[in-house]
């Protein structure tokens, strides 16, 4: 166990859809990064948070959002949901300054059908 | 050219053998070096993270890393089934700059 969690596990929606991920860091851990993997793209980097601040980002696509809350949980908001969304969403966290040293948890499964 | 290459296998091997995983990378401004073991449908977990060049060593795995030829490896001694999963290398420059994923390596070990 990381100490990340992620909430839903699975998430069944329909094309056009607006959903939201849900992701606590590790205690302590001031950086989340959103992860999607699938199975012909791998592990793409989405956006990164730092104490509430975007500090990077990705291939995030503009239908795509995120936002970290000041208690440093993070959301990720996807809309107007294409079938080439299905795929497993991750969140990871770090410590300040190490963003190589990334604990991710468990992941969400977004299904869009 | 994507800036970090691997090797997605599967590699099969049998149980007590030792596994050498591989990377390959372009960015020359890359300075961490990190192995994620990934089982199936479970978020990646990190295994080591080695800074410049050398080696690290964890139990029954080493990681080695050659900045002059951008060539990384992973070395799992002693392998057990347990270890069958999938092996993401990754690397970043450092401070804000973002990790880079290689594809994985699916790596099953038979009793």
């Known amino acids: 166990d990381s100490g990340v969690t992620q909430t839903p596990k699975h998430l069944i929606t329909a094309t056009g859809q607006r959903v939201t991920l849900r992701c606590s860091p590790r205690?302590?851990?001031?950086?989340v990064y959103w992860y999607q993997q699938s199975l012909d793209q791998g592990l793409q980097f989405l956006i990164q948070?730092?104490?509430?601040?975007?500090?990077a980002k990705g291939n995030i696509l503009e239908r795509f959002s995120a936002q970290q809350f000041p208690d440093l949980h993070s959301e990720l908001n996807l809309s107007s949901l294409e079938l080439g969304d299905s795929a497993l969403y991750f969140c990871?966290?770090?410590?300040?300054?190490?963003?190589?040293?990334?604990?991710f948890g468990p992941g969400t499964r977004l299904t869009v059908t | 050219q994507k800036e970090v290459e691997q090797d997605p296998g599967p590699l099969s091997v049998p149980e007590g053998a030792i596994v050498s995983l591989n990377c390959t990378y372009s960015?020359?401004?890359?300075?961490?070096f990190m192995w994620y073991r990934q089982y199936s449908r479970k978020g990646p977990e990190l295994l080591m993270y080695?800074?410049?060049?050398g080696n690290k060593e964890d139990g029954r795995f080493t990681a080695q890393v050659d900045k002059s030829s951008k060539y990384i490896s992973l070395f799992i001694r002693d392998s057990q089934p347990s270890d069958s999963a999938t092996y993401l290398c990754?690397?970043?420059?450092?401070?804000?700059?973002?990790?880079?994923f290689g594809a994985g390596t699916r790596l099953a070990v038979h009793p």
């Open positions: 990871a966290s770090s410590v300040q300054g190490h963003s190589y040293e990334q604990y």
């Open positions: 205690s302590g851990d001031l950086s």
């Open positions: 948070y730092y104490n509430g601040e975007e500090r």
């Open positions: 960015n020359s401004a890359f300075q961490y």
């Open positions: 080695t800074y410049s060049s």
């Open positions: 990754a690397m970043s420059a450092g401070g804000y700059n973002k990790l880079i």
